[in-house]
């Protein structure tokens, strides 16, 4: 099933993975075009709103958990923006609550799995979001303690990670590499949400928008220097890689020497959602537009460069 609000004849649909408890609903959706007008491909990781009724029993409280854990609709502006730039598309539909795309798969706390854990375990970086209570299955969230009411199976764990996980993070390298090979680089925009965040001292308003590169490792300076001007140019207030410098999206996908660049696109949800941050409003449509604006500009830069490098080698 393609996502509401982005049909067209020029879209192939790609339905892939499935959720466990769920087996007629695929984990995630993609969107390519028979040809891209543009380098681009958007995912969203974080927006799945298929929750099998089994993982809710298993919430301690699941209305206030899934609504903190989901990125809320932003998948809506996702597809807006898509629709008005012809850029390829990939949403999830399982939700984060089950399994975080954007965590490694070794990113695990072994205390809330069930059953014998592998040795040695790991204590290093690659775990560290989990041991915060947000690794590849969130375990506690900030202000409200333990999500689950008791641990959750190895056999379950490993359902998740291939029927999610695994499916999921093949096809957006391999819609990478399609668009890489017809342009000679791609660029992918990571699209999430993010509560409000507090003024900084000297800024009229808390950033709307947080980009992150990983610290200038997921993409080329110029093209995050230049999403930055964008924003600023249009009046926005934009933020550089913190709080959110993005995570394992961009640590897998983004490899700027092979001309692959990514970069997470952080939006305010209080610039399209209501008052309680709910439900969305008729401001996604002027969001889209900006975002729209940000994305075929950025797009446009990356298929400068890719021709540029061409031409250079060309020229050797």
Same mark, same amino acid.
């Given at each position: 099933?393609?996502?509401?609000?982005?049909?067209?004849?020029?879209?192939?649909?790609?339905?892939?993975?499935? =959720?466990?408890?769920?087996?007629?609903?695929?984990?995630?959706?993609?969107?390519?075009?028979? %040809?891209?007008?543009?380098? !681009?491909?958007?995912?969203?990781?974080?927006?799945?709103?298929?929750?099998?009724?089994?993982?809710?029993?298993?919430?301690?409280?699941?209305?206030?958990?899934?609504? *903190? &854990?989901?990125?809320?609709?932003?998948? &809506?502006?996702?597809?807006?923006?898509?629709?008005?730039?012809?850029?390829?598309?990939?949403?999830?539909?399982?939700?984060?609550?089950? &399994?975080?795309?954007?965590?490694?798969?070794?990113?695990?706390?072994?205390?809330?799995?069930?059953?014998? +854990?592998?040795? $040695?375990?790991?204590?290093?970086?690659?775990? #560290? #979001?989990?041991? %915060?209570?947000?690794?590849? =299955? $969130?375990?506690?969230?900030?202000?409200?303690?333990?999500?689950? +009411?008791?641990?959750?199976?190895?056999? @379950?764990? @490993?359902? +998740?990670?291939?029927? =999610?996980? *695994?499916?999921?993070?093949?096809?957006?390298? *391999? @819609?990478?590499?399609?668009?890489?090979?017809?342009?000679?680089?791609?660029?992918?925009?990571?699209?999430?949400?993010?509560? $409000?965040?507090?003024?900084?001292?000297?800024?009229?308003?808390?950033?709307?928008?947080?980009?992150?590169?990983?610290?200038?490792?997921?993409?080329?300076?110029?093209?995050?220097?230049?999403?930055?001007?964008?924003?600023?140019?249009?009046?926005?207030?934009?933020?550089?890689?913190?709080?959110?410098?993005?995570?394992?999206?961009?640590?897998?996908?983004?490899?700027?020497?092979?001309?692959?660049?990514?970069?997470?696109?952080?939006?305010? #949800?209080?610039?399209?959602?209501?008052?309680?941050?709910?439900?969305?409003?008729?401001?996604? !449509?002027?969001?889209? #537009? &900006? =975002?729209?604006?940000?994305?075929?500009?950025?797009?446009?830069?990356?298929?400068?460069?890719?021709?540029?490098?061409?031409?250079?080698?060309?020229? @050797?």
């Amino acid at each position: 099933m393609a996502p509401e609000g982005h049909e067209s004849p020029n879209m192939r649909s790609e339905s892939g993975g499935f =959720i466990a408890g769920l087996e007629q609903r695929p984990a995630f959706t993609l969107l390519s075009p028979a %040809s891209s007008p543009i380098p !681009v491909l958007i995912t969203v990781p974080h927006a799945g709103r298929d929750y099998p009724s089994a993982l809710l029993a298993e919430m301690r409280d699941a209305d206030y958990a899934c609504l *903190r &854990l989901e990125d809320r609709m932003i998948d &809506l502006v996702a597809q807006e923006v898509a629709r008005q730039t012809g850029a390829a598309l990939i949403v999830a539909h399982a939700p984060r609550a089950m &399994l975080d795309l954007n965590r490694a798969r070794d990113d695990i706390d072994w205390d809330m799995i069930a059953g014998q +854990r592998p040795h $040695p375990v790991r204590h290093s970086q690659a775990n #560290r #979001r989990a041991r %915060s209570g947000l690794g590849l =299955i $969130p375990r506690r969230l900030a202000g409200f303690g333990e999500i689950w +009411r008791g641990q959750i199976g190895r056999e @379950e764990l @490993e359902q +998740r990670i291939e029927g =999610i996980h *695994r499916p999921y993070h093949a096809a957006t390298a *391999r @819609e990478l590499a399609r668009i890489r090979d017809e342009w000679g680089a791609a660029l992918l925009v990571d699209m999430h949400s993010m509560p $409000p965040l507090r003024r900084s001292p000297g800024q009229p308003e808390p950033p709307h928008f947080v980009l992150g590169d990983r610290f200038g490792t997921s993409c080329d300076a110029g093209l995050v220097s230049h999403g930055y001007r964008y924003f600023e140019a249009k009046g926005r207030v934009v933020a550089h890689n913190r709080p959110y410098a993005g995570g394992f999206v961009l640590d897998t996908h983004g490899a700027p020497a092979n001309g692959l660049h990514a970069v997470q696109l952080e939006v305010c #949800r209080s610039t399209y959602l209501d008052a309680q941050l709910v439900e969305p409003t008729a401001r996604i !449509v002027p969001l889209a #537009r &900006l =975002i729209a604006g940000f994305v075929r500009e950025l797009g446009a830069a990356v298929a400068r460069m890719a021709g540029e490098a061409s031409f250079r080698q060309a020229a @050797e």
